[in-house]
């Protein structure tokens, strides 16, 4: 299977397209948990109960995941 990622909607794409920017920004000394991620999407003009949503269907899409209480971003294809 070549392309095996679950299709994310706009939203949630937008919403990771920011976590990445946050990752990136903090760099490999700061962890990032759920509730800075949530935090963080606030600042960007997400809704908290949509920045949870957003989160909760990234992880279970695959596109996040959670190690020890912290979050992960693997590459993307």
């Keep these: ?3 095996s990622w679950t299709p ?3 939203g949630e794409e937008d919403a990771l397209n920011h ?3 946050y990752r990136d920004a903090a760099g490999d ?3 990032i948990t759920q509730e800075d991620a949530v935090t963080y999407l606030m600042e960007q003009d ?3 109960t949509d920045a949870r ?3 909760k269907q990234l992880l279970l899409k695959g596109y996040l995941y959670e ?3 912290e979050l ?3 590459p993307r294809p």
């Design 19 to 21: 976590l990445e920017q």
């Design 46 to 48: 997400v809704e908290q």
């Design 72 to 74: 992960r971003i693997p």
């Design 1 to 3: 299977m070549e392309n």
């Design 67 to 69: 190690v020890d209480g």
């Design 29 to 31: 000394d700061q962890s």
């Design 53 to 55: 949503a957003h989160i």
């Design 8 to 10: 994310i909607s706009s």
